[in-house]
């Protein structure tokens, strides 16, 4: 059984910085892509950045410049250094994986930007 599992959620002022890290396990094959979405309340899932196994990143326009994904595809991990954090960044935080057809996510890890 496939699962991800996200940490480096927490609390931080605005301004600030975390790194989250999905780590997959249950599985020998490489992801064809990871990353990350978000959700915050009363809002829809949202991409925030994804990378292939080619090494091609997308980025959500908001967070462009600001948050970095990486990955280590031999391990099936990915992260995300995000740096600048606004309060607007406040959501839950979902890790992605792809392999063919098939999609996994992690079970979140909350992101609050506040002073």
């Known amino acids: 059984q496939v699962q991800l599992v996200e940490s480096g959620g927490g609390l931080v002022q605005p301004g600030g910085s975390l790194r989250l890290s999905c780590a997959a396990s249950?599985?020998?094959?490489?992801?064809?892509?990871m990353g990350w979405y978000r959700q915050a309340p009363g809002k829809e899932r949202e991409l925030v950045a994804m990378?292939?196994?080619?090494?091609?990143?997308n980025y959500a326009d908001s967070v462009k410049g600001r948050f970095t994904i990486s990955t280590d595809n031999a391990k099936n991990t990915v992260n995300l250094q995000m740096n600048s954090l606004k309060p607007e960044d406040t959501a839950v935080y979902y890790c992605?994986?792809?392999?063919?057809?098939?999609?996994?996510w992690g079970q979140g890890t909350q992101v609050t930007v506040s002073s």
């Open positions: 992605k994986a792809i392999l063919s057809t098939y999609e996994f």
């Open positions: 990378s292939t196994l080619g090494g091609t990143a």
């Open positions: 249950g599985i020998i094959l490489r992801f064809s892509a």
